[in-house]
């Protein structure tokens, strides 16, 4: 029964430095989804999988972010060449679909990261 | 532009007090509206949902609203908790290409005082 887990919790790095942020979803999720949120803004979407279907990449700010999700399980976020105005929470959900009208997504932790 | 507003920004009430966050929004189509609560440093948890027929929802103490003519939506605790203290969040869905695409708020800051 465990929920949605983010590693790592917490990432301080240089601007310039490339990082990686991990999501591993409810065991059985079909669908995967990344979000920003900054400090005191709203949840900012960034990219959606579901399945085996082309990602949903209309969120992503630039082609510094990229994504992928390795056997329909596993996503991982990378951030290359990281600025400032990168420093956010970003946080991972996943659900069973995403087209059903009731369809509730479970949140991680979110990682926390802060580019110096 | 499909936006969600929520206010007030921030909250400060007395523990067993009640109150009312509101949320406005302009999201077409429109498909739901749910209302999360995030505690500090936790991902965003559902309270509730709502489609476009229902007009209210409860949780608990939380009770839900949802006019769907005046694209308005409120969240009002009863009897308020020290552990009510996060933040909340309106989300609202948008129909598109056959799946669900959330709009989130900024949400509201509420801090329950002994």
């Known amino acids: 029964g465990a929920g949605v887990s983010q590693s790592p919790s917490n990432k301080v790095t240089e601007k310039g430095k490339d990082v990686e942020l991990r999501c591993d979803p409810i065991?059985?999720?079909?669908?995967l989804y990344w979000y920003r949120q900054s400090l005191g803004q709203g949840l900012e979407f960034l990219i959606y999988?579901?399945?085996?279907?082309?990602?949903?990449k209309s969120g992503l700010p630039s082609d510094r972010f990229s994504a992928e999700r390795t056997g329909g399980s596993v996503s991982t976020l990378t951030i290359q060449r990281t600025q400032q105005e990168d420093s956010a929470v970003y946080l991972c959900?996943?659900?069973?679909?995403?087209?059903?009208?009731?369809?509730?997504?479970?949140f991680g932790p979110g990682t926390r990261l802060l580019v110096l | 532009k499909n936006q969600v507003e929520q206010s007030p920004q921030s909250l400060i009430i007395l523990e067993g007090k009640n109150c009312t966050l509101q949320?406005?929004?302009?999201?077409?189509?429109?498909?739901?509206l749910r209302w999360y609560k995030q505690d500090t440093g936790r991902g965003p948890v559902s309270l509730t949902i709502?489609?476009?027929?229902?007009n209210t929802k409860s949780n608990g103490r939380y009770t839900a609203t949802l006019d769907a003519d005046t694209k308005q939506s409120s969240l009002h605790i009863t009897a308020s908790q020290l552990s009510d203290s996060a933040s909340y969040i309106c989300?609202?869905?948008?129909?598109?290409?056959?799946?669900?695409?959330?709009?989130f708020g900024a949400g509201t800051r509420l801090a329950v005082h002994p």
């Open positions: 959900a996943s659900s069973s679909r995403r087209s059903a009208i009731q369809e509730t997504q479970y």
């Open positions: 065991s059985g999720h079909t669908a």
């Open positions: 999988f579901q399945g085996n279907s082309a990602p949903d």
């Open positions: 949320c406005n929004y302009t999201v077409s189509p429109f498909s739901n």
């Open positions: 709502m489609t476009f027929s229902e």
């Open positions: 989300v609202v869905s948008a129909s598109s290409g056959g799946y669900n695409k959330l709009i």
